[in-house]
């Protein structure tokens, strides 16, 4: 069974510029969460997705965004990068709530 | 909201004794309890967890201990290994949904 595939794996973007990230969960699996990861904050949560619907949401500026699809597919989206997003941004899929979360490899976005 | 503190930070064994990493949280609505294991340049690796209705768990050579009226939880690795020298994380997650709160994670090395 394949794992959880984000791509892109690495990502370099300029300072104002908007990044969109993707994330493909376990088949069968319906739940994707993201979460950033940097040296001085640790991993924090961004948003939870079940069924193409939005559950909760960390503290992020409204410049983070994201969504899910039908397949259950997510993607994430920052708009006006800053150098502080500069992160590596996790999706973690499971069959539903409360259920054990499996993490991808990450896609690591450098933002100069 | 939910908080999760770890320690130690770092942790130095030699190959064949025991590690023990522990966690506290705050939030009481907290249900379920995970660990992951995340190796240089991967994605933190779901290892073992508990839930709020279960004392102990163990896996081979990995446990977990859930004390929820002192609000702390433990993993203990035994025989330890090389390969087992990786950063370990703790996390606890509210009741009904899929949200992570992580802890700052433990920095475990193995020395043969």
């Known amino acids: 069974k394949a794992g959880v595939t984000q791509t892109p794996r690495y990502l370099i973007k300029t300072r104002g510029q908007q990044v969109t990230l993707s994330c493909s969960p376990i088949?069968?699996?319906?739940?994707v969460s993201w979460y950033q990861q940097t040296p001085g904050q640790g991993l924090q949560f961004l948003f939870e997705?079940?069924?193409?619907?939005?559950?909760n949401k960390g503290n992020f500026p409204g410049r983070f965004s994201g969504r899910q699809f039908s397949n259950s597919r997510s993607e994430m989206n920052v708009s006006t990068l800053e150098l502080g997003d500069s992160a590596l941004y996790l999706c973690?899929?499971?069959?539903?709530?409360?259920?054990?979360?499996?993490f991808g490899q990450g896609t690591r976005l450098t933002v100069v | 909201g939910e908080n999760v503190e770890q320690h130690p930070s770092t942790l130095s064994v030699q190959e064949g004794d025991s590690a023990v990493i522990k966690c506290t949280y705050s939030?009481?609505?907290?249900?379920?309890f995970p660990w992951y294991k995340q190796e240089l340049g991967k994605g933190p690796q779901l290892i073992i967890d508990?839930?709020?209705?279960?004392g102990e768990k163990k896996d081979q050579r990995i446990a977990v201990t859930l004390n929820k009226t002192a609000k702390h939880f433990s993993l203990h690795i035994t025989e330890t290994q090389p390969e087992d020298s990786a950063v370990y994380f703790c996390?606890?997650?509210?009741?009904?949904?899929?949200?992570?709160?992580f802890g700052t994670g433990t920095r475990l090395l193995v020395s043969p």
């Open positions: 973690a899929s499971s069959l539903g709530p409360e259920t054990e979360a499996f």
């Open positions: 088949s069968g699996h319906r739940s």
């Open positions: 997705y079940f069924s193409e619907t939005q559950r």
């Open positions: 939030d009481s609505a907290s249900n379920y």
């Open positions: 508990i839930r709020s209705n279960v």
């Open positions: 996390a606890a997650s509210p009741r009904g949904f899929q949200k992570l709160v």
